[in-house]
């Protein structure tokens, strides 16, 4: 059990590429998979490790994010010391300084009572054991770990994702990034293992020679300094930071082998529950390979396509190769395909939408609920 470690989850991703659904709620509470949000895969990772101290570094618009995670329940995070808690102090972005955030909160990280820390993303999709991850690092005798997959789909996947250049014994030579030149890659999942005192030591350096304004770049640039070894993670991955990487992720999870490989019974994933009623087909419905969302009413047919809570799909609707979001409601003879609907769009009777399979169409949330609940 992971319970010598606490995790910083550090929302620092960039969000430019997916612009279309996060400008009213952050990538990490983005919906995924017909009910789970992008963070729930990273904080189920570390609850069935058994860490008992996350800190979640946002940004200071996070109403969405904090009204899922709320106490931390569902991940077993509800506790009266240590256990869930959100920082969104810093009028910064993270994705340009986290350091300033980080230092901010000193005592949080001098306080708490674990050993080991873990640094990492939220928009890394995988299911992955920390304890192995611990294990092996304390095993290596590495000051500080970084976890990786080796893929061999790099030009199609993993777009901007940072590459490691790893040496024969494992280390750590030099990072760059993947512009899809190349098939194969050992990409960098941005999880790094290591004591929480280096941490600490690190960011001091940070702030008292104003070199660094990111933490990953000072531990990039002390290659020579620390000894910096690698984990290869070898299970399902996908990393979330494009509107194109989230559709093809999406449609990925109707195939029942990736999902399996995705969602392990030893290893569940969890998320905030909702009280609804299962699903309701009327008659004259046909619904074919996909996943539908509790309280969901489906009049019209649904191909290739995930719906997510309460929406309500018309008489003579066809909905193919689509992500719906909750509370949506396509009109009587729509016909929709490679959409994405936000949450509560209300698509009027009758219209015809087509996205492409490679770039998919965006149906913005109404005006009137702009802001993320």
Known sequence: MLKKCMAVINLDENEDMIRELTQNRLLASVPIAGRYRIIDFVLSNLSNAGVENVGIFSKMECRSLTDHIGDGRPWDLNRRTEGIRVFNFSTLEPRIDD??????????FERSAQDYLLLTSSYMICNIDFNDVLNYHKQSGN?????????????????????????????????????GKENEADICMEMYLMKKSLFVEILAECVTTGRFRKIKNAIYSMLDRYNVGTYEYKGYLRCINSLQAYYKASMELL???VYKELFLDERPIYTKTTTEVPAKYLEGNMVKNSIIGNGSLIKGTVRNSILFRKVQVGAGATVSNCIIFQGAVIGDGCKLTN???????????????????DMPFVVPKRRDLIKEV
Not at 160 to 170: A, N, R, S, V
Not at 344 to 352: A, D, L, R, S, T
């Open 99 to 108: 350091v300033f955030s980080f230092a901010n909160n000193i005592e949080y």
């Open 143 to 179: 000051d500080i770990t970084i976890v990786y997959k080796h893929v061999d789909d790099a030009d199609d996947n993993f777009f901007l994702c940072e590459m490691l250049d790893i040496g024969e014994d494992g280390k750590i030579e030099g990072v760059g990034r993947n512009i």
């Open 255 to 257: 195939n029942p082998r």
């Open 339 to 357: 959409i994405i609907a936000d949450k509560y769009v209300e698509i009027e009777p009758g219209k015809e939408l087509k996205g492409d399979k």
